[in-house]
């Protein structure tokens, strides 16, 4: 059963010496967790939350970075997943169509600062977690997508694992049993992509207190189902029709995942990103006009258009889901960044005039490519009859053209600056990059938010 099969790896894995190299890829998935994380504690549903459990705030070790407080390691996890989805500059892992940060992160970190692990354990439980679950999206997509959030149903088995490895490393029977039972608590419903409601960063947040609260039990002796995968009635079956579990364990400790994450470039859905990239080149070409622009049409893979086809956003979450906004804001103002999404921008005139030239169109090749592949062509037409063409194989971030340590800390100073300040903010980056055998308590997460806030 696979899950027996994940549990062995991570039991063994769990007590083994992290690789130099893959150390490195799992504090660049912590750096960007956090530079996910912060800008999403000034907004809600983070702030929200916060408000609702006021009265469990000030115990516990785990931290609620941003808010300069603590609790116990569930509520922790709970909303600081959500926190970290709420922006829409969380990482993904493509051939899942699966933000593994958000719920992996924030549940292993809640656990780590509960027990007192240090940051070489936080890392190998991160790198634990985004193994097993990336494998385990891939292998129930795409149909899984059709109907379901990846991040709040599979995200619930990274955080499981992630958990399970810090609070009982080396036991196979404690990891199987938390992702047993974290698999019957999954869930998440593309529904909540299609409204203004904040229900989607709640996935993410859901997964990581699912998860946690499984691997404690499982670390007491509370059992689940070992083939909830691949049974009759099991997470597969129902989840995703017929999931394709052949290769579900390929490279599993030779070919790591956490290597092959794409970090966001742009703070909106990553379904738009390869149309923004086209839009980003086409604005770079020597003599491009933008008021002589006549039509644009783009080409891209069906799901990006049932996700983000909204031609009339009237909020930033329908902003950040709908690629005719996103591509007319990058044409005119060459980025698409968290100021993107404010009223004045939604409403300018300027691109909602442009967005009127827009066209979508779903090419059979690019959809059958889905999800390994997240391509789309641009073609933009001029007044005078001239045709502007740009086809983005791929994604800026993505393991073809990864975010390099400078760019994501650039990433990371931009987002969590205007929450911690300058200095506080280069100080926490530079501990992030150090983490190793300090326990992670050192990073003093739950210090008071500077006035700045």
Not at 238 to 246: M, Q, T, V, Y
Not at 303 to 321: H, I, Q, R
Not at 401 to 429: I, N, Y
Request: aromatic share 6%.
């Amino acid at each position: 059963m696979l899950l027996e099969d994940y549990a062995a790896w991570s039991a063994a894995e769990s007590l083994r010496p992290i690789d130099n190299g893959i150390r490195h890829h799992a504090r660049r998935a912590l750096i960007d967790w956090a530079s996910a994380l912060y800008p999403g504690t000034r907004v809600a549903p983070g702030t929200a939350m916060v408000a609702a459990h006021r009265a469990e705030l000030g115990v516990g070790r785990s931290s609620l970075p941003g808010f300069g407080t603590t609790c116990f390691p569930a509520l922790a996890a709970w909303i600081n997943g959500t926190a970290s989805h709420t922006v829409e500059m969380d990482d993904i892992f493509r051939d899942a169509v699966y933000h593994p940060g958000c719920p992996t992160i924030a549940a292993a970190l809640a656990v780590a600062e509960d027990i007192g692990a240090s940051g070489d354990e936080l890392l190998r439980a991160i790198v634990i977690g985004y193994e097993i679950s990336t494998r385990i999206g891939a292998a129930v997509q795409p149909e899984h997508y059709r109907f379901f959030h990846t991040t709040g149903t599979v995200g619930a088995f990274g955080a499981a694992a992630a958990a399970a490895a810090l609070l009982a490393p080396g036991k196979a029977s404690v990891a199987l049993h938390a992702m047993a039972t974290a698999a019957t608590f999954a869930s998440g419903l593309q529904q909540a992509f299609r409204s203004d409601a904040m229900t989607k960063a709640l996935h993410a947040g859901h997964a990581a207190q699912i998860g946690l609260l499984a691997a404690q039990s499982a670390a007491h002796g509370v059992t689940g189902v070992p083939d909830i995968l691949e049974g009759a009635v099991g997470f597969g079956a129902a989840l995703a029709g017929n999931p394709s579990w052949k290769g579900a364990t390929d490279g599993l400790g030779t070919r790591y995942h956490i290597g092959e994450i794409t970090m966001k470039a742009h703070a909106c859905c990553g379904h738009t990103f390869a149309a923004i990239d086209a839009a980003v080149a086409l604005r770079a070409i020597p003599g491009f006009d933008i008021h002589h622009v006549r039509a644009i049409d783009i080409d891209t893979y069906q799901v990006a258009l049932n996700v983000t086809g909204n031609p009339d956003p009237t909020t930033a979450f329908e902003g950040k889901f709908s690629l005719p906004y996103v591509v007319c804001h990058a044409l005119l103002r060459g980025s698409v960044r968290l100021d993107a999404f404010g009223p004045d921008r939604l409403n300018d005139p300027a691109i909602r005039q442009l967005m009127k030239t827009v066209s979508l169109t779903a090419d059979p090749v690019m959809t059958a490519g889905f999800p390994s592949m997240r391509s789309a062509r641009m073609r933009i037409t001029m007044m005078d009859g001239r045709t502007l063409e740009h086809h983005s194989p791929y994604r800026k971030g993505d393991p073809e053209a990864p975010l390099t340590d400078t760019e994501l800390d650039a990433k990371f100073r931009e987002l969590v600056a205007p929450v911690l300040g300058v200095g506080r903010t280069d100080a926490l980056l530079a501990q992030l990059w150090d983490l190793g055998a300090q326990p992670v308590a050192s990073l003093d997460l739950a210090a008071p938010v500077p006035a700045i806030a």
